[in-house]
C-alpha cells in the first residue's frame, strides 16, 4: 500500500518556465513533508519541507505548497534551470518518526 | 570531508554470497537507515536504529539483516544475496528535526 505516490515519473519543462511536481499522500496522520533532490551517484539531498499546519512554505525559486483536504502537496520552481535537473522525491512523516518516500518524479529542464 | 560515507561505493557479487555495506556518519545523529532504491518504486526502508541499542524492521527486511556498532556506525548485510537485492542501497542519519542526511549510496550488483 503506497501511502505517498507521485504519479508523473517524469516531467520535462523549458528554461525559464515553471516546473510543478506533484505528490498525493493517502495516511491523513502525517503532519510533516519534505522534498528532496537527487543527482545521478549522489544521495538524495534535502531541499524544502512544511508542516502540516501551513499550506505555503517558499525558499527562493522553491515553493512547497500543501492542500490537506485533498491529500496533495506540490512543489513548484521558478524559473526553472537546467541545474535544476533530477529526480525530486516527496516524502511524509508522522510525530517525527521514520519518513515514507514516493516513487520520485525526474524533472528535466531544456535551455 | 562527507558527514555520511558508505563503502563500498560499487559491488559485483555472485547469488549466495554474503556481503556487508557499512555506513559511518559524523553527524552526532543518534538515528540511522538502510534504504534501497529501485527504478520506480522510489525509496523503501530495510531497516532503522533511533539509537545503539534500537533496532527495528522496515517494509522489506527480508533478507537483510543489520548491526549499530556504534553510534556512528550502522551496517547492512545480506546474508545470501540473490540477484533481485541488485539495487542503488542508502544509509541516511537523522537529529531532532525531520530532515535525513543521505550517504553517497552504494550500488549492488548481484549475479
Known amino acids: 500500500d503506497q501511502q505517498v505516490k507521485q504519479n508523473s515519473p517524469s516531467l520535462s519543462v523549458q528554461e525559464g518556465r515553471i516546473s510543478i511536481l506533484n505528490c498525493d499522500y493517502t495516511n491523513s496522520m502525517f503532519d510533516y513533508f519534505l522534498w528532496y533532490k537527487k543527482y545521478p551517484a549522489e544521495g538524495p539531498t534535502f531541499l524544502i519541507s512544511i508542516s502540516s499546519i501551513k499550506d505555503k512554505n517558499e525558499d527562493g525559486r522553491f515553493t512547497v505548497f500543501l492542500n490537506k483536504s485533498a491529500k496533495h502537496l506540490s512543489l513548484h520552481i521558478v524559473p526553472s534551470q537546467p541545474g535544476d535537473s533530477a529526480v525530486y522525491f516527496c516524502?511524509?512523516?508522522?510525530?517525527?518518526?521514520?519518513?515514507?518516500f514516493g516513487q520520485g518524479t525526474e524533472l528535466s529542464v531544456k535551455p | 570531508d562527507a558527514d555520511v560515507t558508505q563503502t563500498p561505493r560499487n559491488r559485483i557479487t555472485k547469488t549466495g554470497k554474503r556481503i556487508m555495506l557499512e555506513c559511518s556518519q559524523t553527524k552526532g545523529h543518534d538515528r540511522m537507515y538502510w534504504y534501497r532504491q529501485d527504478p520506480g518504486l522510489g525509496l523503501r526502508l530495510i531497516y532503522y536504529s533511533f539509537d545503539v541499542k534500537d533496532i527495528n524492521k522496515g517494509e522489506i527486511s527480508d533478507g537483510y539483516s543489520v548491526s549499530r556498532q556504534a553510534q556512528a556506525k550502522f551496517s547492512l548485510s545480506l546474508e545470501s544475496a540473490i540477484p533481485n537485492q541488485t539495487a542503488l542501497y542508502f544509509c541516511a542519519t537523522q537529529g531532532y528535526s525531520y530532515e535525513q542526511y543521505f550517504g553517497p549510496g552504494t550500488r549492488l550488483t548481484v549475479t
Open positions: 516524502a511524509a512523516s508522522f510525530q517525527g518518526g521514520k519518513l515514507i
